[in-house]
């Protein structure tokens, strides 16, 4: 009963059309009135307490310097210079908006900022090209949320945060399974571009890629300072925002001087609103957190899976699938806000390394940024290259059952992630 009320309100105020945040505080009500523990204090404490986190001072930063790095001219060296090293092969522009994805995931953290910017940069090229306008959305789409995995990424924040679980770990452990995902886009955009005839630009002289790499020489030192920084404990995962905004400053400002005072503060705005939001998803789900643990619903959770307790690959298969149907209809953060508490301790019960399920979990719910109807991502390159939602999903299919099959793999082979993660922290 307990687990029907909290999730028939939630599900109720969102069929409403409440915001998320507002839904998750009237679902966090209504059990607080189901378990007699109503208290408008309490209610208020909780909401304080989710935001009051030095942790969660990363998102802030990160999403500056994401802003940052799109308006100061960051993300178009990274494409130029990624165009100038692969452009000329057979399909090369799809090879291009893989790798200059991977670039900015490094840079920024968001999906949803690396998804305007390399629609805006890349879609008219491609389209120009000759490259079916869907496959490539679908490609720029797939891409783009790449960036939740690797580092620094807001998601493996708010995961680590909401969880326990040491967020440089995550960082540390998010590299590879990033990079495979991008392989999993390389190996497919190579079998689909067979079936097109697309002449490929000319090939770039030694001299262009060598100017190419040089002007993207600053941006591209900014992943290298984190990963480091992170690896010999020079930062922590907050200090280490803070530096990528002021980094990300600096280079803008003065070395590209593409920043300007007037576009400072829009910058800024952009950031405080996008924070505005998601720092409003996290105290409201504190709530929820907190009421879920009075409730005892893991145990409940624990009880359900324990025909898979004693199989932790059958126990993971099966919250895959579960996270994977939430993710069609609620959105990436407060699908990690909700679900989190309620499943690591079964993950824990189950003797599963929790960093391991952090990458597993983000990866599944990076996924669920391009499945429909919701799909944050998908409406982004929607609206940003001026096409309908249902033809960059055509094109965003076998993209996405790529990356679907890296993390069934992963779940089949946890050394893929603990095997790095081992080397890369020492």
């Known amino acids: 009963m307990t687990v029907f009320i909290f999730i028939g309100s939630l599900l109720g105020a969102m069929a409403l059309g409440i915001p998320i945040a507002y839904s998750l505080l009237l679902s966090g009500v209504a059990l607080m009135w189901h378990l007699d523990l109503f208290d408008a204090q309490i209610l208020a404490q909780n909401v304080i307490s989710g935001a009051d986190s030095f942790p969660l ?9 994401g802003e940052i790095m799109n308006v100061g001219g960051l993300s178009r060296r990274i ?4 165009l100038a090293l692969v452009g000329h092969i057979r399909g090369g522009l799809g090879y291009v908006t893989i790798i200059a994805a991977v670039m900015m995931s490094a840079l920024s953290g968001s999906a949803v900022a690396d998804a305007a910017a390399l629609t805006a940069l890349l879609l008219p090229m491609m389209v120009k090209a000759g490259h079916d306008r869907a496959r490539a959305g679908g490609l720029i789409a797939s891409a783009s949320i790449i960036a939740p995995v690797i580092p620094p990424s807001i998601g493996l924040v708010i995961f680590g945060v909401s969880a326990n679980v040491s967020i440089s770990k995550l960082f540390l452990a998010g590299i590879f399974p990033g990079i495979m995902l991008a392989a999993a886009l390389w190996i497919t955009w190579a079998v689909l571009v067979r079936r097109e005839t697309v002449e490929p630009p000319p090939r770039a002289s030694r001299a262009e890629v060598w100017r190419a790499m040089r002007d993207c020489g600053w ?3 900014l992943p290298v300072i984190i990963i480091v920084g992170l690896r010999f404990g020079v930062f922590t995962p907050t200090e280490a925002a803070v530096v990528a905004a002021m980094y990300a400053l600096f280079v803008s400002t003065v070395i590209y001087r593409e920043l300007n005072l007037k576009q400072l503060y829009e910058v800024f705005a952009n950031a405080v609103r996008t924070t505005a939001v998601v720092m409003f998803l996290v105290a409201a789900a504190m709530v ?7 409730a005892d619903l893991p145990s409940k959770m624990i009880d359900m899976l324990s025909p898979f ?4 690959t ?3 298969i099966a919250i895959m699938v579960l996270v994977m149907a939430v993710g069609t209809a609620l959105d990436m953060t407060p699908t990690i806000l909700i679900l989190t508490p309620v499943l690591m301790p079964v993950v824990k019960a ?3 390394d929790p960093v391991y399920f952090g990458i597993l979990f983000i990866i599944n719910n990076a996924i669920g940024l391009i499945t429909p109807p919701v ?3 998908l409406n982004t390159v929607a609206g940003v290259g001026k096409m309908k939602m249902d033809e960059v999903t055509r094109g965003m299919l076998p993209f996405m059952m790529a990356q679907f099959g890296v993390m069934f793999l992963l779940v089949l082979f946890p050394s893929l992630v603990l095997v790095p993660l081992k080397w890369l922290g020492g």
């Open 350 to 352: 189950a003797g599963i």
């Open 57 to 65: 001072l990363a998102v802030p930063f990160f999403m500056l310097a």
């Open 309 to 312: 307790m004693d199989n932790p």
């Open 288 to 294: 929820s957190a907190w009421l879920i643990t009075v």
């Open 219 to 221: 941006a591209m030192l």
């Open 314 to 316: 059958l126990l993971l």
């Open 375 to 377: 799909g944050v991502v």
């Open 79 to 82: 494409v130029t210079f990624a």
